[in-house]
């Protein structure tokens, strides 16, 4: 792949306008083993790897990952070079960058904050910009019409262009996404009924409006460089549920794409989509699709799993001490529920199935703490110093139980973990446009 990252995302966005069903996805989570399964996943199809962090993951104090957008880039980047993926095969995105953080302080702060990270993403190397000012601040009314969120966007996008001034010679400008029918970082409570999809009318609006913010401020060149639309293409997700796409839906919406500028549709929240529907969505234009809590979701299905596997073969050895993953888990989302509290409804029990158990997966803000970092480490160990049977991962891991009696996996616990994300992520490769391996 001779192109670069934003080269590559641009070059995809053509053909997919041009009636090719290519897209990219998007990986938009932090967790080391997610990143790791994506990092083998774009060495197998000879594609970018593309990975987002949102403001809330990322930013100038850390995020709840703990990191700055350079850690991040760093960590990534050396993930990424260890296995051999080049760096010119790495494109970096910022999700729902803006205020949305900070979304509880006065906007002149909240929006001084988002212009500080604008510059940081750029100056770690991000390369895709979703500009996300559609959040009312602490001073603001309940809701934002349309002009406010494209003013406050553009002035985001004078940051990062002022920021990349400051980059070496010949650095590439971002590209840029944008919109305001944005669901919230992190994923959205839908339990109610399917949403209405985007109206085209809307989106010739949105980007009127949007043009004239960018003019006002300057950024005829940023304008060029948009290649995608965040619209609602009636698809869901929320604690117990999926919506599935409905091409019929949408027609008119995939059909009146924009000639101007040249920009495809950004879908978020396309996880647990059935992958012929993935591959719809593609093909109708959708062709940026974001997934973040399936991966996560994933791994933490290995991770039950394999501690499933841990309880039958350790669980009378008395000399060896199993490890507490789902405890320690439960443990810290109890001490904590800042994370899942507003997402999840029920008595007890049911919040209990919903904190280890729901699309929503909430639990994966959790994964980062200390005391359960441990115990994984302690499974992982148990695990290869034992060894999975076949006969409990035929009962646990019947995906990775057929790989291994192919000849096509290795059973040791973090490739079986690797290989249960990258299930997913191959959902993704073959809607866009990836040939079955």
């Known amino acids: 792949m001779a192109e670069g990252p934003s080269e590559y995302l641009r070059s995809v966005v053509q053909r997919n306008r041009g009636g090719g069903a290519v897209g990219s996805y998007a990986v938009c989570s932090a967790h080391p083993a997610v990143i790791d399964a994506a990092i083998q996943q774009a060495l197998e199809d000879g594609t970018c790897l593309h990975v987002e962090s949102t403001s809330s993951q990322v930013n100038q104090f850390g995020g709840y990952t703990g990191m700055t957008p350079q850690q991040f880039a760093d960590a990534v980047r050396v993930a990424a070079a260890s296995a051999g993926l080049p760096v010119g095969r790495v494109l970096l995105g910022a999700d729902h960058l803006g205020p949305f953080a900070w979304r509880s302080e006065p906007l002149a702060t909240a929006m001084a904050k988002a212009c500080d990270l604008a510059r940081l993403c750029i100056h770690a190397g991000y390369q895709k910009i979703h500009l996300d000012t559609s959040i009312p601040c602490g001073d603001d009314v309940k809701s934002l019409d349309e002009k406010a969120v494209a003013e406050r966007a553009a002035t985001l996008c004078r940051a990062a262009e002022d920021a990349c001034e400051e980059m070496p010679t010949g650095s590439p400008r971002p590209l840029y996404v944008i919109g305001t029918e944005v669901p919230p970082p992190g994923g959205e409570v839908a339990e109610g009924e399917c949403p209405a999809p985007t109206m085209v009318e809307d989106v010739y609006r949105t980007l009127e409006i949007f043009r004239s913010a960018f003019r006002a401020h300057g950024l005829f060149a940023a304008w060029e460089n948009i290649v995608g639309l965040v619209v609602q293409p009636a698809v869901e997700f929320g604690d117990t549920r999926v919506f599935d796409y409905d091409r019929q839906k949408v027609h008119a919406l995939s059909a009146g794409l924009p000639a101007s500028p040249a920009l495809v549709y950004e879908a978020h929240s396309t996880d647990y989509q059935a992958p012929a529907a993935l591959a719809e969505m593609v093909e109708d234009h959708f062709a940026i699709l974001k997934v973040g809590p399936w991966l996560t979701s994933a791994y933490r299905e290995a991770i039950f799993a394999l501690s499933g596997i841990e309880r039958e073969i350790l669980g009378h050895k008395r000399k060896v001490r199993s490890s507490q993953v789902r405890e320690a888990l439960e443990f810290e989302m109890l001490r904590n529920p800042a994370y899942w509290r507003s997402y999840y409804r029920g008595d007890d029990d049911e919040l209990r199935l ?14 980062p703490q200390p005391s359960v970092q441990e115990e994984v480490k302690r499974l992982l ?37 690797g290989h249960h994300i990258r299930r997913v992520l191959r959902f993704y490769g073959a809607a866009c446009g990836v040939p079955a391996g």
Request: glycine content about 2%; charged content about 20%.
């Open 354 to 367: 919903s904190r280890a158990f729901s699309f929503s997966d909430r639990c994966r803000y959790y994964w």
């Open 381 to 417: 160990h148990n695990l290869d110093l034992f060894s999975c049977p076949l006969t409990m991962l035929s009962q646990y891991l019947p995906i990775e139980y057929d790989a291994i009696r192919q000849g096509a996996l290795e059973n040791h616990a973090a490739a079986l973990i």
